[in-house]
């Protein structure tokens, strides 16, 4: 039996990670470790461990890592934290391979634990670029670590390769997050109300804002009080906020979220986690997303839903037409994008829209393909494209 460790670290990961638990777990020729850390850990973010236990996978491990602060010096030394605990994890599950998705820094310290070991690594989401976050960074860094990889259009595919990735091990499979948008079965207008707590008699606006750690000191709370002035000239949209990743200065963006709620009962929400039933659910029913969330780009053109994305940090990623791009983040350009995403001629636009992040059917390619692949394939030697040689 081919023994498959898949770590998750957030409540994002984990929904876009789920299908491919599924299927390891339910297949009798694999096994599933089940290696949990991070922000499911984490009181502050849900404590969203239990919602995988009540999923009914096995937890094999848990690592806590996560330092209950957002400083830039908490951040490293949470990696170091998780470095640890991984090393600890992996002398005892000893997996054939391992799967991670992304580019946060837990999963860099997954996957910088995993070579002392020798473990083969299966990286999904790799060749993306995210210019306005300190993940773009670790997203590389990964690839370089990582033997097998699964990207979501050609067009990454074709980093990868140049990243001197072996190509017969780089495949297109598609983005596993849309996997969900099929399968599950989502809430319509009234029931999504009813379930999420939110009036059925207003259009809804879905507001999910990270930090761009790759900008100065305490750009990020300037950033979001823009947003939150914006947000004010559209007081028929509700506004429904989910809190940020915990990365640096993402406490400041929550307390400014909260008070701002606080302030304007009945008119917007904040949610730790939705889980991805309400949370698709919402993104269906929805009239607008603002933010710079990556489900504003790969899930959101599935639902044919206008999003005013807002900074950098998804800056270098392909958009399908419905994305409207906020490069400086002032309250003018915001107010000009959300007016522009409710109109009728550009909601018009994106009639047929396809969605360039695939089909709706990676986490069974991705779980075929780890079934399969030989591990005697699963090297690591950098692929020259100018010669084709190893």
Not at 181 to 192: E, Q, T, V
Not at 282 to 296: D, P
Not at 314 to 336: E, F, Y
Request: contains cysteine; aromatic residues 8%.
């Amino acid at each position: 039996m081919r023994n498959i460790a898949v770590v998750t670290g957030t409540r994002a990961d984990y929904g876009l990670l789920y299908h491919i638990i599924k299927g390891i777990y339910e297949d009798p020729d694999l096994g599933l470790s089940l290696v949990v850390t991070s922000m499911h850990l984490s009181p502050e973010f849900g404590m969203t461990v239990k919602d995988i236990e009540r999923d009914g996978f096995p937890v094999a491990e848990k690592i806590d890592m996560l330092l209950s602060s957002d400083t830039r010096e908490a951040i490293a030394a949470s990696m170091g934290l998780g470095m640890i605990g991984f090393a600890k994890a992996y002398a005892r599950l000893k997996p054939d391979i391992l799967v991670l998705l992304g580019d946060r820094f837990e999963i860099h310290a997954a996957a910088s634990a995993a070579v002392p070991f020798g473990i083969p690594v299966a990286h999904i989401h790799g060749g993306e670029l995210t210019k306005g976050s300190m993940d773009e960074l670790f997203r590389h860094s990964i690839t370089k670590m990582s033997h097998l990889h699964f990207v979501s259009t050609e067009k990454y595919a074709s980093r990868i390769r140049q990243m001197g990735e072996r190509p017969e091990n780089v495949f297109v499979t598609g983005a596993p997050g849309l996997d969900n948008i099929i399968k599950l079965k989502l809430f319509n207008r009234a029931r999504a109300s009813e379930e999420i707590g939110i009036p059925v008699d207003k259009e809804w606006g879905v507001v999910t804002y990270h930090p761009e750690t790759l900008e100065r000191e305490n750009s990020s709370v300037v950033q979001i009080k823009e947003i939150l002035n914006a947000l004010d000239e559209f007081p028929l949209i509700h506004w429904i906020f989910t809190f940020p990743n915990a990365d640096t200065d993402s406490r400041a963006i929550v307390r400014n979220i909260e008070a701002y709620v606080r302030q304007r009962k009945g008119n917007s929400s904040v949610f730790i986690s939705l889980g991805q039933l309400k949370y698709l659910s919402l993104l269906k029913n929805a009239s607008v997303m603002a933010g710079n969330s990556s489900s504003g780009i790969i899930e959101a053109p599935s639902f044919k839903l206008p999003v005013v994305n807002i900074g950098s940090r998804q800056d270098g990623r392909i958009r399908a037409r419905n994305v409207i791009d906020v490069p400086v983040c002032k309250k003018n350009n915001i107010i000009n994008a959300v007016r522009k995403s409710l109109s009728k001629d550009f909601r018009d636009s994106l009639k047929g829209l396809k969605n360039p992040y695939g089909n709706g059917h990676a986490s069974s390619r991705i779980v075929k393909i780890l079934k399969r692949i030989p591990l005697s394939r699963l090297q690591k030697n950098f692929y020259d494209l100018k010669t084709g040689r190893i």
